[in-house]
């Protein structure tokens, strides 16, 4: 015996209609064989009328009754891409598309998976760009309050500087996107370190998107939030946002913004000493209560480690007496358990001399890298090329001449090389 199969195409009318009949189908099993009745009438009259808008409507009315009566994901499947592809084809598709991305969010708790899925065919199926960016946020939003975050973990690193260029975002829908990815990640479990990185990453591009006139409430804390994930991170050293307008804005916040804005500046160019004697006071005890979870202790060490930086940033040595006189240590056994602690933080390169009671240092990080710095980066790479170029004119000692300016180059090299390991 024999057999054939045979391939009918459908025409959108057929495939709309199929998927009507599929929801009568649902509200007779869910016992609403009035409602069955009813809707079929109402999606033939709009059919009838060419009213595209009304049906999409009529799915959307019956969207939670179908997901909740429905165990074929296949069959959940072909209804959603139904409704996803109807917005376009709608008098207002944006209005429309927001409307069904409302519905497929409505509930994150029945089944998530499909109904996100649904949100990114949503997206994929809309053409302007303010409606693509509508469904981004919604779809961010979701996949937050269902727990799916960690599925958008890489499609966000991969696409959000091409969501960004593509949808030509202006600045405050540049940082609406940002902050929404941002905090969408932070819910992430099964990478939480990653995601963590680059939600701050994200709220760091936001805050960078603020100019001086326009920083709101919102604004404010978004800041807030970058600088407290700096402070309290072990892993983020370097901070090149000090001098923006939305981080300098921390400084006319409420006393909590104030504090921290503090904070970060001694971080970043203050002393031991005058972190023990913030923290003894009203600034410290706010900056605790913005940070519940971060004893002064941790605060002390990351204080530590940057103030050393600090110190031996651009010197080739430094002894154990400096850098435990500078640091408010007691003892040389601490200053190298510290020197230690900076290596296996790559902030520098450097070689304990115990006999000499020095450090001995080949590379440093810097606790900034803002204008200050990248004038140190241009005066190296001059003076390097002033080097090649005594060489190639001379033609006299190249060894000589040419290792000084590799050695000056190593050095802004490892500069820049730091500042991006430590963002």
């Known amino acids: 015996m024999s057999s054939s199969a045979q391939i009918v195409q459908l025409s959108e009318d057929d495939i709309w209609l199929a998927s009507a009949s599929f929801v009568g189908t649902v509200l007779v099993k869910a016992g609403e064989s009035a409602a069955a009745e009813s809707f079929m009438n109402s999606i033939n009259e709009a059919y009838a009328s060419e009213n595209l808008s009304q049906v999409l409507d009529l799915f959307i009315s019956k969207l939670d009754t179908v997901y909740a009566n429905t165990d074929s994901d296949q069959d959940l499947e072909g209804f959603t891409n139904t409704c996803s592809h109807l917005p376009v084809r709608c008098e207002d598709a944006h209005a429309?598309?927001?409307?069904?991305?409302?519905?497929?969010?409505?509930?994150?708790?029945?089944?998530?998976?499909?109904?996100?899925?649904?949100?990114?065919?949503?997206?994929?199926?809309?053409?302007?760009?303010?409606?693509?960016?509508?469904?981004?946020?919604?779809?961010?939003?979701?996949?937050?309050?269902?727990?799916?975050?960690?599925?958008?973990?890489?499609?966000?690193?991969?696409?959000i500087d091409s969501w960004v260029s593509t949808l030509k975002l202006d600045s405050a829908e540049q940082r609406a996107l940002y902050v929404a990815c941002a905090d969408s990640l932070q819910s992430?479990?099964?990478?939480?370190?990653?995601?963590?990185?680059?939600?701050?990453?994200?709220?760091?591009?936001?805050?960078?998107?603020?100019?001086?006139?326009?920083?709101d409430a919102a604004g404010l804390d978004v800041a807030s939030t970058v600088v407290k994930e700096y402070l309290v991170s072990t892993d983020l050293f370097q901070f090149d946002a000090a001098d923006i307008p939305a981080v300098q804005a921390l400084g006319t916040g409420n006393a909590e913004q104030k504090a921290l804005l503090a904070l970060l500046k001694l971080f970043l160019s203050g002393t031991v000493k005058e972190f023990r004697g913030f923290m003894g006071g009203a600034g410290g005890k706010a900056v605790l209560a913005a940070l519940p979870g971060c004893p002064e202790e941790h605060l002390l060490s990351k204080m530590t480690l940057m103030a050393l930086v600090g110190l031996v940033n651009r010197r080739s040595s430094v002894s154990f007496k400096e850098i435990a006189d500078t640091l408010d240590m007691t003892s040389n056994s601490d200053v190298e358990d510290l020197?230690?602690?900076?290596?296996?933080?790559?902030?520098?390169?450097?070689?304990?001399?115990?006999?000499?009671?020095?450090?001995?240092?080949?590379?440093?990080?810097?606790?900034?890298?803002?204008?200050?710095e990248w004038e140190g980066l241009a005066a190296d790479l001059e003076q390097w090329q002033g080097a090649i170029r005594d060489v190639l004119a001379l033609?006299?000692?190249?060894?000589?001449?040419?290792?000084?300016?590799?050695?000056?180059?190593?050095?802004?090299?490892?500069?820049?090389?730091?500042?991006?390991?430590?963002?």
């Open 339 to 372: 020197i230690v602690r900076a290596i296996g933080k790559k902030l520098i390169e450097a070689k304990i001399d115990q006999l000499a009671e020095e450090v001995v240092i080949s590379k440093c990080s810097s606790r900034t890298f803002e204008r200050v």
């Open 188 to 215: 992430c479990t099964r990478k939480p370190r990653t995601a963590a990185r680059e939600s701050y990453r994200l709220r760091s591009k936001a805050i960078k998107t603020y100019k001086g006139g326009d920083i």
């Open 96 to 159: 429309a598309a927001q409307a069904l991305a409302a519905a497929l969010s409505a509930d994150p708790t029945n089944k998530p998976e499909r109904r996100l899925q649904g949100l990114i065919n949503l997206y994929n199926t809309v053409l302007e760009p303010a409606t693509k960016l509508a469904i981004l946020l919604s779809i961010m939003a979701f996949a937050k309050a269902s727990s799916l975050a960690d599925i958008m973990l890489n499609v966000v690193k991969t696409n």
């Open 395 to 423: 033609g006299t000692d190249p060894k000589g001449a040419l290792f000084q300016g590799l050695e000056s180059l190593n050095g802004s090299r490892a500069a820049a090389d730091n500042g991006i390991q430590a963002s």
